[in-house]
């Protein structure tokens, strides 16, 4: 069963730095073709991706937010962690982790699995 | 940019729904995908490679399309499918874009 769990603050102040993380399971990213991506959904507004690591530590950015975020795994711990820095209140926002598989001949191109997501708020 | 529509369609249990996204430029069929977000949950796979289902999807929703334009047909809608849809594209800077959702609420 794959699951995916994000965890991290609720609330911050603008400027602060956002760190989330998301715990997953059922799934290694050290197999070939695994990726977990962030997107995150501002309050009645639609979905965003943010940021994609690769099972071969590649590293993918939405480009308007590419200084503000780093992206890293521990591969060793399931877990992969989104920085955000100088957050203002344009960033509050539910985020989600999600699985993206794509190998050999079976790539979906697509998430395949989310987690619950975590909400953020960032205040002024 | 995708958009979909419309933005919000209207319909009864048991009635069939046909959703839209379109492609501001053509893009591979294999890249198409839709979600399903009910309210206060994360968005689910319903669609990938334009057609294909997940295993755990029911046949009663299809995919189909190509080029710029893309249908998601929902048949015999049931209470758990008056939520929000996103088709999502990959390819291309960013990578992954999602189209603004259609709404299928309750008539």
């Known amino acids: 069963q794959i699951t995916l769990r994000e965890s991290g603050p609720t609330l911050l102040k603008r400027t602060q730095t956002l760190t989330l993380t998301c715990n997953f399971s059922g799934f290694s990213i050290k197999t070939g073709g695994v990726s977990v991506g962030w997107i995150r959904q501002p309050p009645g507004k639609a979905l965003e991706w943010l940021a994609l690591i690769d099972w071969d530590d590649d590293k993918r950015y939405r480009t308007s937010l590419k200084n503000r975020l780093t992206i890293t795994k521990d591969s060793s711990k399931n877990q992969v962690v989104l920085s955000m820095t100088n957050v203002d209140p344009v960033d509050t926002a539910t985020y989600y982790c999600?699985?993206?598989?794509?190998?050999?001949?079976?790539?979906?191109?697509?998430?395949?699995?989310w987690g619950q997501g975590t909400v953020v708020t960032v205040s002024s | 940019v995708l958009t979909q529509s419309p933005a919000t369609l209207s319909l009864s249990p048991g009635e069939s729904a046909s959703l839209s996204c379109r492609a501001s430029?053509?893009?591979?069929?294999?890249?198409l995908a839709w979600y399903r977000q009910k309210p206060g949950q994360a968005p689910k796979l319903l669609i990938y490679?334009?057609?294909r289902r997940p295993t755990d999807i029911p046949d009663r929703f299809s995919g189909y399309g190509s080029g710029t334009d893309f249908t998601l047909t929902i048949s015999r809608l049931e209470p758990e499918d008056f939520a929000v849809y996103y088709c999502q594209q990959y390819g291309g800077s960013p990578p992954f874009i999602f189209g603004p959702g259609t709404r299928v609420d309750l008539k």
């Open positions: 490679n334009a057609s």
């Open positions: 430029q053509s893009i591979i069929s294999s890249y």
């Open positions: 999600a699985r993206f598989y794509c190998s050999g001949g079976t790539c979906l191109y697509a998430f395949d699995f």
